[in-house]
């Protein structure tokens, strides 16, 4: 039986009635660009969250970007943050003109590793970005200590995390901004690219709020150079349909996790690591296996889904070799690199797929 990585078209079918009415909704009234339904789907992810500004931006790496940038950071400056993680984390930090500075991640869970933190600071750092990897918090109870010792903002990387949480608080609220993407494949995900940044502070929500429109307030005024990024109507219209059911689809997730979690417990590999304080919401269920090429192999020729995400860490990218790192500086990243890949976690899967991946598994060990 072939399982396929992910089903998007699976998560559509049932709400579909719903998707398609205010899909034509928005046809119907034709206000594309910042019409009421993204003042709609702020406002509720603002209530989700339990956070005051809630802002829809055209991307995830968009919403980084602005929230870096509303934060202060520009030429000069320099972000700390994780070496192991989809590029755009890194990648806004050196269009801002900033120096990317990266610290290796804690081995058990891929975030980065607050230990490590503090020695990394300069009187040039202004912002922490750490990143919940694969749907679980960083440690931000000491992230955001040293932060504050140091008088520098925290930005969190919540692209993979939304509805995750940090002792009982949400992803994206626990620091002085967070960002949020809703590419197709994420837990909520809508029909192209969006993003959003979250925050507590006014000041940060209102330079997020001008920087979205090309640094103006009124149309043709402009204060300061901006982005055209905005959260287009018909994909918060979308996502506004689907956020009743994250939810649901979050536990479906966490479901699948806990069978996977016992079936393989006792295979040479690694599984996810939770910590106590943490709800993971598993935007991906990531394996840890020494021979990896082998066993990715064995998942092609037994038509399992499967996906390395990430197979080179930052200090590694040909696009910061001028930054001096070198192979070996951050060791944990780079293992991590060689050695993760993931499995099919999607909520929709039946349970004779889920025993398809587990006997798949299972067999390659035997």
Known sequence: MSVPLIDIKRQYMPIREEVDRVTKQVLDHGQFILGPELNKFEAEVGEYCNVKYALGVASGTDALLLALRACGVGPGDEVITSAFSFFASAGVISRLGARPVFVDIDPETYNISPALIEKAITDKTKVILPIHLFGQCADMDAI????????????????????????????????????????????????GDGGMVVTN?????????????????????????????????????????????????????????????????????KTPVVRPNAYHIYNQYTLAVDERDKFMAWLKEKQIGHKVYYPVPFHQQECFGDLGYKTGDLAQSEKAAASVVSIPVFGEMTTAEQDEVIGAIKEFFA
């Open 144 to 191: 955001v200590e040293i932060a504050a010792k140091y008088d520098l903002k925290v930005v969190e990387d919540a692209a993979q995390a939304i509805g995750s949480k940090y002792k009982e608080r949400h992803a994206g609220t626990l620091g002085d901004a967070g960002c949020f993407s809703f590419f197709p494949t994420k837990n909520l995900g809508c029909a």
């Open 201 to 269: 502070n006014e000041e940060i929500a209102n330079l997020v709020k001008i920087l979205r429109v090309h640094g103006g307030r009124s149309e043709y005024v402009h204060e300061i150079v901006g982005y055209n990024s905005r959260l287009d109507t018909l994909q918060a219209a979308l996502l506004s349909a689907k956020l009743p059911y994250l939810k649901g689809w979050t536990e479906a997730r966490r479901k699948n996790a806990a069978r996977y979690d016992e079936e393989l417990k006792d295979l040479p590999l």
